[in-house]
């Protein structure tokens, strides 16, 4: 039966169904235990379901069973621990054995950019749920988490009747995520809602029962998680828009630092005075060097893509603007470096040869390890493609760095990317660079020039310790 679409439910309005396994709650499966897959699968054994991660990948499942989360995040390796230890977390290379176990089967595999165009790539969605679909052999439900173009949920629909017996009644729903990297397990434990996009009262019902632990625990702490429960291309949609306005929301500041820049304005101030208006907010107003990682930059361009393909390009032809205000914050750290380093732009750009800059930061974001489309590394790319001998360092970034940019070069510590370099430039705001002593920096340096690229330092401190500072869409110091 199908059951109409009110824009907003609470999940009261929901009653559980039986788990087709016969479990007491259903059993859950993960596939793809990348970023989203392992952090998913690691809370939601921590919520009391018993959970089976899967991947292709065998040295990460191996990395997982042993207790190791094979990537950064704050508070997930004792998670994954404590639940493998208490014996409802397990993981899994067998698609047989996934189909076996579990009632809801989670889709959480990588949807990038594909090589030949700004659309995704669905070749793993596809994979996984046609391997997936052809061991199943009693009803279950598969659930795409994966962000993915609008349209994906009824392709996987006909994937599954293609590859399921029709009596299994095997169904689809779509249920996107708002994992933010460094509050990951915070995201998944206390998320700010729960969208979901179902065709049938059953479907409905299993991953009510299968997010019983969600709202089980806000219940306790007092706190509700609102539920939207609609159609799968609103579910899917739901996704990139969020991406999308939080990317637009970015772009805007920069292109108000660019303004600021010409016209001797602060955009930090700026920022601030219209964030007291609640109808703007003052989050996600940092100006900077733009928005990096393996969600935003990727997401804007597929989203451009996939309106192309339904007719309605022109609705979304202000994200490419977006995309081109985020790259060009890039190049302005490459025009500043040669703005302080005295050297003038020839026909290729700038010439930055002979000079020693240091790199503070590598990932897209502080409090993670994820260097995917991270501006820092774009940045340290540039300035050494100029010509400059660039020393890059990292609290968390470095390995994955070097795997991506294995020619640029990498400093073990904060000091020895610093000494001797004529040019200081900040890239990510990690603590460790924000609360940095410029005074004593300022003795292992040849010359006390610096750029902050997220203005996340105290530009009158660094200004008093003899540095000459320049920010992002803002004016320079006045000692
Ligand atoms: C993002 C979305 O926030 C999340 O909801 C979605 O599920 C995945 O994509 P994430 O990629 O972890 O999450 O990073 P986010 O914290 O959103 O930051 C994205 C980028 O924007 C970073 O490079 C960050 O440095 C930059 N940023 C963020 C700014 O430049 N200015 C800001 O004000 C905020």
């Not at 639940?83 to 990038?112: K, Q, W």
């Not at 206390?190 to 979901?196: E, T, Y």
């Not at 009510?208 to 702490?221: C, I, P, Q, R």
């Not at 597929?302 to 994200?319: K, M, N």
């Amino acid at each position: 039966m199908t059951i109409p679409y009110p824009t907003k439910q609470t999940a009261t309005a929901f009653t559980e169904v039986e788990p087709p396994s016969g479990a007491p709650r259903p059993r859950l499966s993960f596939l793809g235990t990348g970023y989203l897959g392992a952090t998913y699968a690691i809370c939601f054994a921590e919520l009391g379901y018993e959970v089976l991660g899967f991947d292709v990948d065998e040295a990460k499942i191996a990395k997982l069973a042993g207790g190791q989360v094979p990537f950064h995040e704050p508070g997930l390796d004792e998670l994954l621990r404590r639940n493998l230890a208490g014996g409802r977390l397990r993981f899994t290379t067998s698609y047989a054995e996934v189909a076996d176990f579990a009632d809801v089967h989670f889709i959480c595999v990588g949807t990038p950019q594909r090589a030949d165009g700004m659309g995704a790539d669905l070749a793993y969605v596809e994979t996984s749920v046609t391997r997936l679909a052809r061991h199943l052999t009693r009803r279950a439900l598969i659930v795409g988490k994966s962000t993915v173009p609008v349209g994906t949920a009824d392709w996987v629909e006909q994937l599954v009747a293609k590859h399921t017996d029709p009596a299994l009644r095997v169904e689809v729903a779509w249920s996107p995520e708002f994992l933010q990297e460094g509050f990951a397990v915070e995201d998944v434990l206390r998320p700010n809602r729960i969208v979901v996009g179902a065709k049938t009262d059953w479907a409905n019902g299993l991953l009510y029962a299968a997010h019983k632990g969600v709202f089980d625990l806000a219940a306790t702490e007092d706190r509700e998680v609102p539920l939207v429960v609609t159609d799968f291309a609103t579910a899917e949609l739901v996704k990139v828009a969020a991406n999308a306005f939080l990317a637009t929301k970015i772009s805007f500041i920069n292109a108000m630092a660019e303004v600021c820049e010409v016209a001797g304005g602060d955009v930090t101030q700026l920022a601030r005075a219209i964030g007291y208006d609640p109808r703007i907010g003052n989050r996600f107003l940092q100006a900077g060097v733009g928005f990096g990682g393996g969600c935003l930059p990727k997401d804007i361009r597929a989203f451009q893509a996939r309106a192309q393909e339904l007719g309605a390009g022109e609705a979304l032809r202000f994200l490419h603007e977006v995309d081109l205000v985020n790259l060009r914050r890039r190049g302005r750290v490459l025009q500043l470096a040669a703005e302080l380093l005295g050297r003038r732009a020839g026909p290729a750009g700038p010439d930055l040869s002979g000079t020693r800059i240091a790199v503070l930061g590598a990932a897209f974001k502080p409090n993670s390890d994820d260097v995917r489309d991270s501006p820092s590394l774009a940045i340290a790319a540039t300035l050494t493609k100029a010509g400059a001998d660039v020393r890059i360092y990292d609290p968390q970034g470095i390995e994955n760095a070097r795997t991506a940019q294995p020619t640029l070069t990498y400093a073990g510590t904060m000091a020895e990317a610093v000494t001797d370099a004529e040019l200081v430039c900040v890239l990510t705001e990690w603590a460790e660079f924000r609360n940095a002593d410029p005074q004593a920096l300022g003795e292992l340096v040849a010359q006390r020039l610096v750029i902050d690229g997220r203005n996340c330092l105290d530009s009158a401190l660094w200004a008093r310790a003899g540095w000459q500072y320049r920010g992002m869409g803002r004016p320079h110091p006045q000692v």
